[in-house]
């Protein structure tokens, strides 16, 4: 009986200081806490078009290199240009559709944020069936391709690098890749 | 015991009565909480990543796999158009009624495996033999898949243009050895003490490099990465139809006599000490098919000037020549060479065998060759002893390449132009071409190029 008497006595209410500072810490703690949930929020959409920005960049590159890698010849290149003659996948160049690989005239153009692709039968005449569509945005161009060889004019390796910035304009994440011409020997005859 | 612990536990709860604990385990919950959120974000991030990486080392087992298919076919295949044996160097005979060979052959390499399957198809018209392999890499799940096409050598191979000495699985200089020529293999290139290596271009197999390499050694390039291959010697008709007859005299009234360093039958020269022998003749172009050349002490095998000679050496698989071990021996202090200074051209063309052994000695002291004239020793599968103090000066291509101590090896410039004789490598594949991804195998199908 007296020891439940003495429990009782123990169970006694929080002294004002113990209050005062739990109080404080708990205030410090959701502060800090929903400041990280509000910065998140509001970053979620930009993170969420970065990502997506990355993810296209990558499919790029896989796309471009494998276009490079099955590739017969450069027709022209820059650093913000590519076009060759390599093998695609289609059903006819310039439309969709999948189909055994036979060769296209493929261009990439790079401006200043973005990536263009387009597609055409080897020697197509106007009007012929010709795909562009938009292969990755959110980059730091125009500075994309290097192409390299013994001959200036017909390289065997392109590189490609792809440099997305952060928001205050430094270079943020960069992809790089590159790929040799493995059915060059053909286009040049030798 | 149990009361002690009671006694503690009521001592100390009391303390603990605050907002402290509370508070405490609500911000461990929430740093838990941030970081696990974290976690998640950046292994997504990271599994495109890895997936990445597989996928280009998928590709990398793929090309492995055609790596592979080139090299069984341009060194176990010895004959080309027929299609009964054209499956041989994958396993098995012929071709499926698909016209692609049945087995599929499995490696792997450190960051995967691959599988290919290959369709070999004789040569038509104006069309050459053709070798087409679909190789799928597999790593860590991701594979990619890959179609090429090789088309064969049908003439004008010439296996010196790049590198005089070839010992496809490898070269050794042994001690004060000195190789003064580009050089290639598929495996490593030894260098012993004191060896040098002068030339401008080394080749050694993939993985490989200049091993072992002992004190004071001299070599002027780096080595290079790649294989090569070489295609066997073709030795067409030349069993029968050769100039053999030559080195035997029509008496009238004994009949056929023929220098005694010479037996038809068995197809050996065999020179005895101080004794020597002329092939060809000057402006003519001689073939010659032994089983045997054995060159004794101080013995001379003389090239006629201006003649173009090329001895075959014919394979041990079979008569005359069966179980000849070793179709060329020099004894110390023996030569070949021309007679004078008359443009000349000699190519030893050593057969050898795809399941038999054989093997060139040059002993010690023994000299082959003038390095002002195209001379090549052209012997795929037959290994090659130099022992000290030999000397030979031309083109070298044999399965391996010992270079014993004080030896020298000179490059000839001539054996460049050097064009394998004979009347269709079609048994050679050059480097593949047409080069197509596929996408993944469309489920049932058995036709290995679907979706190529």
């Known amino acids: 009986m007296g020891s439940r008497t003495r429990a009782i006595r123990d169970e006694r209410g929080y002294t004002l200081i113990e209050l005062l500072v739990g109080v404080a810490m708990a205030l410090v703690v959701a502060a800090a806490g929903s400041m990280i949930v509000v910065m998140a929020v509001q970053s979620q959409p930009r993170t969420t078009e970065r990502a997506g920005q990355l993810q296209q960049g990558r499919v790029m590159l896989e796309t471009l290199t494998r276009e490079l890698r099955q590739g017969e010849s450069i027709l022209s290149a820059s650093d913000s240009a590519l076009e060759m003659l390599t093998y695609v996948s289609v059903a006819s160049c310039g439309t969709v559709g999948s189909g055994p690989a036979q060769l296209c005239r493929v261009s990439y153009s790079c401006g200043t944020t973005s990536?263009?692709?387009?597609?055409?039968?080897?020697?197509?005449?106007?009007?012929?069936?010709?795909s562009t569509r938009e292969v990755v945005q959110g980059i730091s161009g125009p500075g994309v391709f290097d192409p390299e060889g013994t001959d200036a004019l017909d390289p065997t390796y392109v590189g490609v690098r792809l440099v997305f910035p952060q928001d205050d304009g430094a270079e943020g994440i960069t992809l790089e890749d590159g790929a040799a011409l493995r059915n060059h020997f053909d286009a040049s005859g030798a | 015991m149990l009361k002690a612990l009671r006694h503690i536990l009521r001592r100390r709860t009391p303390g603990e009565a605050g907002f402290a604990v509370p508070t405490v385990m609500l911000a461990m919950v929430a740093a838990f909480g941030l970081g696990t959120a974290t976690i998640v974000a950046?292994?997504?991030?990271?599994?495109?990543?890895?997936?990445?990486?597989?996928?280009?080392?998928?590709?990398?087992?793929?090309?492995?796999?055609?790596?592979?298919?080139?090299?069984?076919?341009?060194?176990?295949?010895?004959?080309?158009?027929?299609?009964?044996?054209?499956?041989?160097p994958v396993g098995g005979a012929g071709v499926g009624t698909d016209g692609w060979c049945p087995n599929q052959v499995a490696g792997a390499i450190d960051l995967g495996g691959y599988t290919y399957r290959v369709k070999p198809t004789v040569a038509s018209g104006s069309t050459p033999a053709q070798l087409t392999i679909v190789s799928t890499g597999e790593v860590d799940g991701v594979t990619r898949r890959v179609k090429t096409t090789a088309d064969s050598i049908a003439s004008g191979f010439r296996p010196f243009a790049e590198a005089s000495v070839i010992g496809l699985d490898s070269i050794h200089l042994d001690s004060n050895a000195n190789v003064d020529a580009n050089v290639a293999t598929n495996g490593n290139i030894g260098l012993n003490a004191n060896s040098s290596l002068l030339c401008d271009y080394a080749q050694v197999g993939v993985g490989r490099g200049y091993s072992p390499v002992g004190s004071n050694v001299t070599t002027t390039c780096p080595p290079t990465s790649g294989s090569i291959s070489l295609p066997p010697v073709n030795p067409g008709n030349v069993l029968n139809d050769n100039s053999n007859e030559r080195i035997c005299t029509l008496d009238p009234v004994t009949g056929t006599t023929c220098a005694s360093a010479w037996n038809p039958i068995t197809r050996v020269v065999d020179l005895d000490s101080g004794d020597s022998l002329t092939l060809g003749a000057a402006g003519g172009e001689f073939n010659y098919a032994f089983c045997r050349i054995d060159l004794g002490s101080n013995s001379y095998l003389h090239i006629a000037n201006g003649a173009i000679v090329r001895i075959y050496l014919l394979s041990p698989d079979a008569a005359p020549c069966l179980n000849e071990p070793e179709p060329i021996r020099l004894h110390s202090n023996s030569k070949i060479e021309p007679t004078g200074s008359d443009p000349t051209s000699l190519q030893i063309l050593v057969v050898g065998s795809a399941t038999k052994a054989t093997h060139i000695t040059l002993d010690s002291n023994s000299f082959l060759f003038s390095c002002d004239q195209a001379f090549v020793v052209y012997a795929p599968r037959t290994a090659l002893t130099l022992h000290s103090n030999t000397a030979i000066c031309g083109g070298i291509a044999a399965k391996s390449v010992f270079v014993d101590a004080n030896t020298t090896l000179l490059a000839s410039s001539s054996s460049d132009e050097f064009e394998l004789p004979g009347e269709e490598i079609a048994a050679h594949y050059d480097e593949p071409t047409d080069f197509t991804e596929c996408d993944t195998t469309p489920a049932g199908t058995t036709t290995p190029d679907v979706g190529c």
């Not at chain 2, 592979?68 to 054209?86: E, H, K, Q, Y």
């Open chain 2, 42 to 88: 950046s292994v997504g991030a990271q599994q495109g990543t890895t997936r990445d990486e597989n996928s280009k080392a998928a590709l990398a087992a793929a090309e492995a796999g055609v790596a592979n298919a080139m090299l069984r076919f341009n060194r176990i295949r010895t004959d080309a158009g027929s299609t009964a044996d054209d499956c041989v």
């Open chain 1, 115 to 130: 990536c263009m692709r387009t597609e055409t039968a080897p020697d197509a005449p106007v009007g012929a069936p010709t």
